[in-house]
Nanobody, 124 residues
Framework: QVRLIESGGGLVQAGGSLRLSCAAS????????MGWFRQNPGKEREFVAA????????YYADSVKGRFTISRDNAKNTVYLQIDSLKPEDTAVYYC?????????????????WGQGTQVTVSS
């Protein structure tokens, strides 16, 4: 079982930056690929970025390439999402997710563990 806690969301002006963090529970062991997804009310959860266990592979949605950077610190059981050049359309609840494999995935159904989400709101 993996418990995930996101933080770092908030209200920011367009063009600004945020750094989201996702901390896995202290009892987490094993190897986990991690992902970030986002969702707005009434819409499907959308893939944002994913990273493999050893950070050798990262995936990004086309809409965030060049602006978002996913990284992780396995010693701290934490994955990060650096968000730069924020746009109003980036407004959403951002969720981190984990799966018990080393390889990253773009697909939400392949992640059994989810955090509670953190709200990002970008004003124009």
């Amino acid at each position: 079982q993996v418990r995930l806690i996101e933080s770092g969301g908030g209200l920011v002006q367009a063009g600004g930056s945020l750094r989201l963090s996702c901390a896995a529970s202290a009892r987490t062991s094993g190897t986990y690929a991690m992902g970030w997804f986002r969702q707005n009310p009434g819409k499907e959860r959308e893939f944002v970025a994913a990273i493999s266990w050893a950070s050798e592979v990262t995936y990004y949605a086309d809409s965030v390439k060049g602006r978002f950077t996913i990284s992780r610190d396995n010693a701290k059981n934490t994955v990060y999402l650096q968000i730069d050049s924020l746009k109003p359309e980036d407004t959403a609840v951002y969720y981190c997710a984990a799966r018990n494999l080393v390889s990253a995935s773009r697909y939400s159904y392949q992640y059994p563990y989810w955090g509670q989400g953190t709200q990002v709101t970008v004003s124009s």
